[in-house]
């Protein structure tokens, strides 16, 4: 009886301290992190190191902004939901995904050897606190902002201009800033921002407080034509969402990457129709003639091509499928190859 006395105590003792330490083990369990990955990721173009940065994400406005052609108002364009209620959820829907969509707003570093050149740099402080986080990426991708050369922007919309000076403080103290002179000219009037919709009007007090320092300090270069910025690193003039809209054509070694800027807003919707095209368009119909012509080109000769608002790192081809032009994003690797 003893014995038996003894083995229950024991046995209720143990059983109390499993389940103390497992209450305390419950208890200790870590908290969510909430917090994604440092938003950078490279490749290497032949001899040139390329470094995708991520500004953040956005809930784009997809049913506020998408339009398209409409044929009972002569082809001007009218929201997409009027001219083809529906088909904005529908495509969205076969990716499994709805609106607001979250769009990437992405940025691209090139490190040639010789210089340290930046293509957009995201919205600054212009998009609020879901954005602006392009220089921390940059730093956790080993650079700092005093180390780029040049910035070279596709267009003068807040999302790629904002960052080179959030809050109108300058953000790359030794940098050059390039844009198209079309651009240039377009933003920085008065008069266009008078005669400008009020969707846009906004647009223009960003560019000037963003420019604005490197004007003052006589790093605000405007360029005219298609000659060689720096060696490898060439303009190629595609107008339609902005006056002066430009791709960057990066080459080395046989290696081709086009930067197209804002060609594409919404993946899963603009690939399967080219057709469709964003309110904030300075011509419409340009803008997808361009769409059109680079998917065509990109799909035939597979270079690389790296997007302003597709999922980060917008690094990838465009191919066709089922008479469709499709996304074809780059293949995670987790070491940054010479030769691709």
């Not at 691209?108 to 293509?119: E, R, S």
């Amino acid at each position: 009886m003893i014995y038996g006395s003894i083995g229950r105590r024991t046995i209720a003792a143990s059983l109390g301290l499993y389940l103390a330490l497992a209450i305390g083990a419950a208890q200790a369990a870590a908290p969510l992190a909430g917090t994604q990955a440092p938003g950078f990721y490279r490749m290497m173009l032949g001899k040139f190191e390329i470094t995708a940065l991520s500004d953040g994400t956005h809930p784009f406005p997809v049913h506020k902004v998408l339009t398209k052609a409409d044929g009972a108002r002569n082809g001007e364009t009218a929201p997409l939901d009027t001219v083809f209620p529906g088909e904005a959820d529908a495509l969205l829907a076969q990716s499994d995904l709805t609106a607001p969509v979250a769009g990437s707003i992405n940025a691209f570093l090139i490190n040639t050897g010789a210089k340290l050149i930046l293509v957009d740099s995201g919205a600054g402080s212009l998009y609020g606190d879901c954005c602006g986080h392009l220089i921390e990426n940059l730093r956790a991708s080993g650079y700092t902002p005093d180390q780029v050369d040049e910035i070279y922007l596709t267009h003068l919309h807040a999302d790629h201009v904002g960052g080179i000076a959030p809050n109108g403080r300058m953000a790359f103290p030794k940098a050059v800033v390039r844009v198209s002179k079309a651009d240039a000219d377009y933003w920085l009037s008065n008069a266009n921002e008078t005669a400008a919709p009020a969707l846009l009007k906004s647009m223009f007090d960003g560019d000037k407080a963003s420019l604005q320092p490197y004007i003052d300090a006589g790093r605000f270069k405007p360029f005219d034509g298609g000659a060689e910025l720096s060696p490898g690193i060439r303009p190629i003039a595609s107008p339609g969402h902005t006056p002066g809209h430009s791709f960057y054509e990066v080459e080395s070694d046989g290696q081709r990457l086009i930067l197209w800027g804002d060609i594409v807003h919404v993946a899963p919707i603009q690939f399967p129709d080219p057709s469709i095209t964003v309110a904030y368009d300075s011509n419409a119909g340009e803008a997808v003639q361009e769409r059109s012509a680079i998917y065509s080109d990109a799909a035939q000769k597979g270079y690389w091509v790296g997007a302003a608002h597709i999922s980060f790192p917008g690094l990838g081809h465009v191919g066709v499928k089922t008479g469709e032009f499709v996304w074809l994003p780059a293949n995670y690797e987790a070491e940054v190859r010479t030769g691709k």
